[in-house]
């Protein structure tokens, strides 16, 4: 990637008020936030060219656009976090799965355009209100990077939202599939919403949004698309699967990067 | 070297000059993603701000900058990133919109950004055909041609086009 930009000098004032502890537990968590959108929109950019219908391959190939734009962002604010040299390239090619911070809801498979849709619904439905929580941190880079994003997190959960009634309420196939994506995908949503030892630091400092305030939200328009869909809701005593936040990831993930990371691996230091 | 001594006011005529990539009937300032111009001495710095997280076309738009400004002799040329305040498309100027209808794409209608997103399976109020000018329009996508655009349809026309869209 060619940076020709930097950050304006007043964003990058705030680091030199954070202790050493806190900037490196910023640093880990701005990584999983940028893994986090790297490795989904990855996955959404593997249906480019194969999507359903035209429109929708292109809404998807659009929302990974939008997935990474944020990625860039966050990585460029943790190169600097780290302070140690490190470029945004070096971040996302050169670091091994269990160094990856992305919950591992993100990493499962495509399947079909239900489970894709199931599973970038249950992202959506988190990422969209945390970004407006985000907004307000006293970090002033992470408020600006949300700021953003969450325009174009808005159209996302808009769009899976719409797309989750369209199948629930669909066709008797449509319906059997996303039904069977909510079966198998459902388990992995909570690790969203379960802070690790690193986001509860940063919680207690006031520094990222409570994410047990995001849950009414969150429950509230779960409960309004399905019905809409008329879908049954999934029992909340589903049992949760986690571990990616802390890189303890599913096979899927080392799939991913030997694709992601190929070029830069085969030819160490290439450029464009 | 630089004839004359440098003005904010030179710099921006300059940046009128540089062109949207992806939408070449606009001018960077019709579009209004450059948030501010210093100059100090032969120093220049431009604030530039992304409609879109994701834009590909904001390392062109620099690149671009730093072609202009160097065909006047302007070496010193710093471009700094800005996320914040965000881009909205309420900073697209009045004749920004006018050359984007006359150029086959429909400009954003004030009034209708996120706000109103989660009004499932709603769209955004009478979006004008720049081809026919019928308000008798509808959404085909939200997701259009590039990130900043939606897919419209004219049902008056059935011209299909595309809707910058209101962020």
Not at chain 1, 154 to 179: C, F, N
Not at chain 1, 217 to 238: C, D, F, G, I
Not at chain 2, 42 to 51: C, S
Request: hydrophobic fraction near 40%.
């Amino acid at each position: 990637m060619l940076l020709t930009m930097q950050a304006a000098p007043s964003e990058s004032a705030a680091l030199a008020t954070y202790s050493a502890e806190v900037r490196q537990l910023l640093f880990q968590y701005v990584l999983q936030l940028a893994d986090t959108s790297l490795i989904l929109g990855h996955r959404l950019s593997e249906w480019c060219g194969h999507g359903p219908i035209l429109e929708q391959d292109l809404a998807m190939a659009n929302i990974a656009l939008d997935l990474l734009g944020e990625t860039r962002s966050l990585y460029q604010y943790a190169t600097e976090l780290e302070g140690k040299g490190r470029t945004e390239d070096d971040l996302a090619y050169l670091r091994s799965a269990v160094e990856y911070r992305n919950p591992l809801l993100v990493e499962q498979p495509n399947g079909d355009f239900a489970h894709t849709i199931v599973r970038q619904f249950l992202f959506d439905n988190f990422h969209y209100p945390f970004l407006k929580q985000l907004k307000s941190s006293p970090d002033e880079r992470l408020a600006g990077i949300a700021e953003k994003a969450v325009k174009e997190a808005a159209y996302h959960l808009k769009w899976s939202s719409e797309w989750i009634i369209r199948l629930g309420d669909g066709t008797p196939e449509s319906r059997q599939r996303v039904e069977k994506a909510i079966a198998s995908l459902w388990r992995y949503a909570a690790e969203l919403t379960t802070p690790t030892a690193t986001e509860k630091a940063l919680q207690e400092a006031g520094i990222i949004p409570d994410y047990a305030a995001l849950q009414p939200t969150m429950a509230a328009h779960v409960a309004r698309v399905l019905e809409e869909a008329t879908l049954p809701t999934p029992p909340a005593s589903s049992f949760g699967l986690a571990g990616g936040k802390e890189g303890r990831h599913s096979e899927h993930l080392g799939y991913i990067l030997t694709e992601l990371q190929y070029v830069q691996r085969a030819y160490p230091g290439l450029t464009w | 070297m630089v004839a004359t001594a440098l003005t904010e006011a030179r710099i921006w005529e300059l940046l009128d000059e540089v062109l949207d990539p992806e939408v070449p009937v606009l001018s960077i300032l019709d579009l209004g993603i450059v948030r501010g111009v210093q100059v100090a001495g032969e120093l220049v710095t431009v604030h530039i701000t992304p409609t879109y997280s994701g834009c590909p076309a904001m390392n062109t738009i620099a690149t671009d900058i730093r072609l202009r400004l160097l065909a006047e002799g302007i070496t010193q040329v710093t471009i700094h990133n800005q996320l914040s305040p965000a881009w909205t498309t309420d900073w697209m100027t009045p004749a920004g919109r006018e050359k984007l209808e006359a150029y086959g794409i429909a400009p954003p209608v004030d009034g209708t950004a996120t706000g109103h997103m989660l009004n499932l399976f709603g769209q955004d109020t009478a979006v004008r055909c720049p081809n026919c000018k019928s308000d008798n329009t509808r959404l085909v996508s939200q997701f259009g041609s590039t990130a900043c655009k939606a897919s419209y349809q004219c049902n008056d026309c059935h011209e299909p086009f595309d809707y910058f869209k209101c962020h």
